[in-house]
């Protein structure tokens, strides 16, 4: 039976969350994104001086040093505020975009609020994104919950995750999804910044990412399979582990989803299509954008490199995701993001 007093069941959660995506292996098992099958077209003519290659973008009107958003990670219990300050002061150094956890601890009351405060506070240039489940969403009448949502954070778009598989799995979910696509239709048409669909790692059908187009939604997240498995999370937090741990690989490879839902784009139809699910360094970001992706997230790789050495760890992280980039744009000949888009990508595998 669901818990009577939310506002303290939901800290709880989302502590044990961060948690065991910090200390057990969570990863998929089976499953890969697909990306390790592709490679680039090596260009021993590149025509450009590494030093002149731009990697800068713009992201809901923010200019951006990398196309790389931190992705929604965390917020609502005590020990957030530390975590997303310090990934936010790098973020805001670094010039790149951060998500904020699920703000639904924050509907139930103002405890901690200041956990995802914080992040405007210490990053006020760059694009920050809200956050919230899709079933909360289903069960609104009204988009003012989420406006506030949006002005505790100063965001700059709000995203909706889909979750079914979690919710499924996890012993206090809340598998009731009727509605949710009218849902994000109100938030599309009432919030006063734009909506981001993302899923947190079993992928975005192009069916799917059709339906959301039509809903008006102009930012989708695919966040694919072979990065973080979180029927994995949920199976390591139920008692009967057997059960959910059939489900550990379920979802749609990273790669496979980006070439499925980038060919919605065209014939009068765009979106932003971001790209998350697995990205452990820089050149899986290149494959990604190379694939179409406008932009490329990324959650436990930064998570785990804080809890290794803080600020700096995160920093020494990215620094080398950029170079790794650079560098792929340097050997394709590709002087700019746009450039790389149309870098070629050759498959050795099934991906």
């Avoid at 820089?282 to 932009?295: E, H, M, N, P, S």
């Avoid at 804080?306 to 992280?317: E, F, I, P």
Wanted: proline share 4%; glycine share 10%; net charge positive.
């Amino acid at each position: 039976m669901p818990s009577r007093n939310p506002s303290r069941t939901t800290p709880s959660r989302k502590k044990q969350h961060v948690n065991i995506t910090l200390t057990k292996d969570v990863g998929f098992r089976t499953k890969t994104t697909g990306l390790e099958h592709l490679e680039f077209v090596h260009n021993a003519l590149p025509e450009v001086h590494f030093s002149e290659i731009d990697t800068t973008t713009s992201f809901l009107g923010r200019r951006l040093n990398l196309p790389l958003m931190v992705s929604c990670m965390t917020g609502g219990y005590a020990d957030a505020w530390t975590i997303n300050r310090e990934l936010a002061e790098v973020a805001q150094e670094t010039g790149i975009a951060m998500g904020v956890g699920s703000q639904r601890q924050a509907l139930e009351d103002k405890t901690y609020h200041r956990t995802f405060s914080v992040v405007r506070e210490a990053a006020p240039d760059i694009p920050i994104v809200g956050n919230i489940g899709a079933s909360e969403v289903a069960r609104m009448e009204s988009v003012d919950p989420i406006q506030r949502l949006v002005d505790l954070i100063k965001a700059d778009a709000f995203a909706v995750h889909l979750n079914p598989l979690q919710e499924f799995l996890q012993p206090e979910g809340n598998t009731d999804f009727r509605g949710v696509l009218s849902g994000i239709g109100r938030l599309v048409n009432g919030l006063s910044v734009p909506v981001i669909v993302k899923e947190i790692g079993a992928g975005i059908s192009a069916e799917v990412a059709r339906r959301l187009v039509e809903m008006g939604v102009t930012h989708i997240d695919i966040a694919g399979a072979g990065g973080t498995s979180w029927a994995g999370v949920e199976a390591l937090r139920r008692k009967d582990r057997e059960f959910a741990t059939q489900f550990w690989d379920w979802g749609i490879p990273t790669a496979r989803a980006i070439r499925d839902v980038v060919q919605l784009k065209g014939n009068n139809v765009q979106f932003t299509l971001i790209a998350s699910g697995g990205i452990v360094s820089g050149i899986d970001a290149a494959k990604c954008i190379a694939l179409g992706a406008d932009l490329v997230a990324s959650a436990r790789p930064l998570l785990l490199a804080w809890k290794k050495d803080g600020r700096k760890g995160v920093h020494t992280l990215l620094n080398r995701w950029r170079q790794e980039l650079k560098g792929v744009m340097f050997l394709t000949g590709s002087s700019s993001i746009t450039a790389l888009q149309r870098a070629p990508l050759v498959s050795y595998g099934a991906a």
